[in-house]
């Protein structure tokens, strides 16, 4: 009998297949005694281990390339943790197996880091995927991870590493399922990049047997397990629908009657560009540049190595727009050399513009390696600092931009309410907003984003966050300047039409997305978004939104 469930859908597209289960966990391994003659062969295992999963997931990151390229290095680095591996050989030399102390030493570790606040939640579930990889080469067991299929499948995990999105192939995994995570977690992030559909935060989903056949619909979230024919047979037809619409699709965004939305793409470094250049990007609407950052715990990396990275990209879109967003630093992504220890609560402590205020050699350095890197192209270069709170942030950033000759626009991205309140007082110090709905929606709800039991709240069709985008982009309007979109909110196409009717200026996102936005945008009028944005603001719930939007486009 088919049965219907209900998560958050985060990446685009129909799968139709039986479940595959992830590989389980790593079982604990037996804590015996180990005589003390046997200590350095033992340390020695260890460390061997551990050399060979770091290299391992370096080998993988290389293959992957691009931002999962970056987050296979950070876990690689994880894994080499000096103070991790001293305490490994600590317990070694008071009697544990290599097995059992890698076990130990590692709990202990994540506990630290559970309670060093809750933004570690995402770095806890990489520490977690790290330890079993060391734990199974240890004791000889396979790997933990994606099953050994040669069939095609739908996985089904309760949360997914970034080792194994990576290397997910999209011929043999037709979409994925997990339990955990949130619209905006790095496990959704990268199924945008691969172009799988997925869908997420869908409680029970552990729970349905390997093999059963299920149809997962990752735009509207839904699962249905052991699909009727009549449900396929639909469900098919709509893919087929949109493919053939997503084809008919080209050119640059433009609503069906030519109001222009630059399509623009959120990359991580050089190695997204050609996907984004496939895609049909009209430049790049957020560089993540936190990305170069994280080969090295310990330093930034050289005005050089940033020239280089800068200028791949910059020459990528010669005529084009690229907007490079300086080091957000702190809360979910931490940097050792940056971001303080000890704060309770990371996600509102120094992160972003507050991180560079404090540190005002690294944005010096990343602000003149991106004035070399333009230098002699015709590129439109415009850059951005996160976490813009108020006008004196906007002022400082705006200020170190020009102290460092940077000829580029200067722009604040909107991810705290703050900034959406009072727009217009930001706006006097910078060229054009960018709105970063993923934290917008975080600190609007005091909901993190990491954590997939609030994914709810996470959810970009919340009026209150419409209104917010509504404040920005009615500001920049009275101010003769853009406000675009390059939170998560941008990739979904309904909501994409809303953002325009909201006003919003250029839509930036994964490249995967672009197609299916595109497509969207050319099917209606400026005034119909209009009318679907004021439909949206009007309803009580996300859900209610999104009906009121779907039922003004679709003329019911
Ligand atoms: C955002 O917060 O919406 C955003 C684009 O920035 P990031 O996801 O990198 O925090
Ligand atoms: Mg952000």
């Not at 893919?239 to 069906?256: D, M, Q, S, V, Y």
């Not at 108020?390 to 400082?396: G, M, P």
């Amino acid at each position: 009998m088919e049965t219907t469930l209900r998560g958050v859908g985060v990446s685009h597209g129909v799968a139709i297949g039986e479940v595959r289960h992830m590989g389980t966990a790593v079982l604990e391994p037996p804590a015996k005694q180990i005589p003390a003659e046997e200590a350095e062969r033992e340390q020695q295992r260890a460390r061997q281990a551990v050399e060979a999963v770091a290299a391992d997931l370096t080998a993988r990151g290389n293959l992957a390339g691009g931002e999962a390229q970056a987050v296979l290095e950070a876990q690689a680095l994880m894994a080499q943790d000096p103070e991790l591996m001293a305490d490994v050989d600590r317990r070694i030399a008071v009697g544990s197996s290599a097995e059992r102390a890698v076990y130990d030493a590692f709990a202990a570790y994540r506990e630290l880091l559970a309670n060093a606040g809750e933004y570690l939640a995402g770095r806890v579930a990489d520490l977690d995927d790290v330890r079993n990889r060391i734990v199974a080469r240890l004791l000889g067991v396979p790997m933990p991870g994606v099953p050994d299929s040669d069939q095609p499948y739908v996985l089904v995990a309760r949360d997914l590493a970034p080792a194994d999105t990576a290397l997910l192939d999209p011929t043999l995994v037709l979409g994925f399922v997990t339990e955990e995570g949130g619209p905006t977690s790095h496990s959704a992030i990268l199924a945008r990049a691969l172009g799988v559909p997925a869908v997420v935060a869908l409680p029970g989903a552990g729970e349905i047997a390997e093999g059963t056949l299920i149809a997962v619909d990752g735009s509207s979230g839904e699962i249905f397990v052991n699909p009727t024919e009549e449900r396929r047979a639909a469900l098919e037809a709509a893919a087929a629908e949109r493919k053939a619409a997503l084809a008919a699709a080209t050119g640059p965004g433009a609503t069906a009657d030519g109001h222009k939305v630059p399509l623009l793409a959120n990359i991580g470094g050089p190695a997204d560009v050609p996907a984004a250049v496939e895609a049909g990007a009209e430049g790049v609407g957020l560089f993540r540049t936190e990305f170069l950052f994280l080969d090295d715990s310990k330093n930034a990396p050289s005005e050089e190595k940033q020239v280089e990275a800068y200028r791949q990209v910059l020459e990528a879109f010669p005529e084009g727009r690229v907007v490079v967003r300086v080091l957000d630093a702190g809360a979910d992504k931490p940097l050792e050399f940056l971001t303080p220890g000890d704060e309770p609560n990371p996600a509102l402590g120094v992160r972003g513009l507050r991180t560079l205020l404090d540190h005002p050699e690294v944005l010096r350095t990343q602000l003149t390696a991106l004035a070399k890197a333009a230098e002699g192209l015709p590129v439109h270069l415009e850059v951005m600092a996160p976490m813009v709170a108020d006008r004196a942030d906007a002022k400082a950033f705006a200020d170190a931009c020009r102290e460092a000759g940077l000829r580029a626009k200067y722009g604040a991205m909107v991810e705290i309410p703050s900034a959406a309140l009072r727009a217009r007082s930001v706006l006097q110090e910078v060229e054009f907003l960018s709105l970063g709905t993923n934290d917008l929606a975080q600190y609007t709800f005091a909901a993190d984003r990491q954590v997939g039991a609030v994914s709810r709240l996470q959810d970009p069709w919340q009026p209150a966050l419409l209104d917010l985008v509504a404040l920005s982009a009615e500001a920049a309007r009275a101010e003769g300047k853009s406000c675009g979109v390059c939170g998560e909110a941008a990739s979904d196409p309904l909501l994409a039409c809303v953002l325009t009717g909201l006003g919003v200026t250029s839509l930036s996102m994964g490249a995967a997305s672009i197609p299916y936005v595109r497509a969207s945008l050319a099917k209606f009028t400026l005034a119909q978004c209009e009318r679907a944005a004021a439909a949206a603001r009007a309803a009580d719930s996300a859900e209610e939104a999104r009906n009121a939007a779907q039922a003004v486009l679709s003329g019911e």
